[in-house]
């Protein structure tokens, strides 16, 4: 008889700060800063109207909400390691979701013309390597894989890294922030890189991470309109070192997983 298998401490954390994650990440400004620099960006020039998306991570669905803004004729389905998301995903969006633990090897799956990720692959490095096949095997070849996640090459990395250590927040031992180019290497096998995008400055962490840094909720509208044109010109300096994230786009190959 088989052992269940561990559980994974990010479905513990997860669920903890759930209520506050919500109100931070999903109200009207955070929203807002979603679709100008992240959606926009990483959406632009696809057409996934009449595809289905697997949202990985999917949490409450509001990336999945978000989608359908853009293309209303998509299909998204919600994979989540938390049950509790998972119910909330299909109130919140009508829609289909599964629990996964996108760290333990996949069983029988659906394949998708895409898979989207924002903020959830900086979760799975108990395993990686398994994360990344598990992917693969939920993509069909020729599709994407969308992503949004923190950013190592970020020149405050070492910053970065101690604070995941000391505040609540964050569930240190089971995520760190991602450097693309080493996780795009480790994914060769299965997808090639189509897009890279870096971003994120005094915004990304005052509006749309305004939970770990203790913005009170009703001081967003003012800094919103404070800080987005101060983001617009941040976008402009040149490299990756600046930035505090990264948006990439990649293509499924025909490799197997």
């Known amino acids: 008889m088989n052992s269940p298998a561990p559980v994974n ?13 919500e109100a931070h990440y999903y109200d009207a400004p955070s929203i807002a800063y979603r679709h100008r620099f992240l959606y926009g960006p990483l959406f632009a020039g696809m057409d996934l109207n009449g595809k289905s998306v697997a949202d990985l991570a999917c949490g409450s ?12 004729e998509v299909n998204t389905v919600g994979y989540d ?34 898979a989207l990720v924002i903020g959830g692959l900086h979760h799975c490095v108990l395993d990686l390597e398994q994360t990344l096949r598990n992917v693969a095997h939920l ?5 994407f894989f969308m ?3 923190p950013n190592d090459d970020f020149l405050l990395s070492v910053v ?3 604070w995941y250590r000391s505040d609540r927040w964050f569930e240190a ?69 600046p930035y505090a994230a990264f948006l990439a786009v990649w293509r499924r190959t025909d490799a197997p997983a």
């Open 160 to 162: 970065r890294r101690v």
């Open 9 to 21: 401490p990010q479905q513990q954390h997860y669920e903890a700060i759930h209520d506050a994650y």
């Open 147 to 149: 992503m949004m996640e």
């Open 173 to 241: 031992d089971t995520e760190e922030a991602l450097k693309h180019d080493e996780i795009a290497e480790r994914a060769a096998p299965y997808f090639a890189v189509e897009r890279l995008h870096y971003f994120g400055g005094p915004a990304f962490y005052m509006i749309l991470n305004s939970l770990i840094m203790r913005v009170p909720l009703k001081a967003k509208p003012a800094l919103q309109r404070l800080l987005f044109p101060i983001e617009r010109a941040y976008g402009l300096l040149p490299g990756r070192k």
């Open 81 to 114: 390691i938390s049950e509790a998301a998972c119910a909330d995903y299909r109130r919140l969006t009508g829609g289909e979701a599964h629990r996964l633990d996108l760290t333990q090897p996949l069983g029988e799956s659906s394949q998708h013309d895409a």
């Open 139 to 143: 993509v069909k070849p020729g599709g």
């Open 61 to 72: 669905g509001h990336n999945s909400l978000a989608l359908r803004e853009y293309y209303p």
